[in-house]
């Protein structure tokens, strides 16, 4: 299963900025239509602008290096 495991690379890239306010993301599913579902711990599970984070960052990271990504959505 190459594109979960080029979705995890992704979400990897953005492990540090992520941490550096106390929080990770965690994969949960890649589905065959291109929907990443993950969550948001730490810091990150609580925090106001997880749904900005989520969306301004972790998405546009993700759909730019995984081809065939349409959306990430946190579960």
């Not at 291109?34 to 609580?46: E, S």
């Amino acid at each position: 299963m190459a594109l979960k495991e080029d979705v995890q690379k992704a979400l990897d890239k953005t492990r540090g900025y992520l941490r550096q306010d106390g929080g990770d993301v965690e994969l949960v599913d890649v589905s065959e239509d291109g929907v990443v579902k993950v969550k948001l711990m730490g810091a990150c599970g609580g925090c106001p602008m997880a749904t900005m984070t989520l969306k301004s960052m972790i998405e546009k990271v993700v759909k730019a290096e995984v081809p065939g990504v349409k959306t990430v959505e946190s579960v």
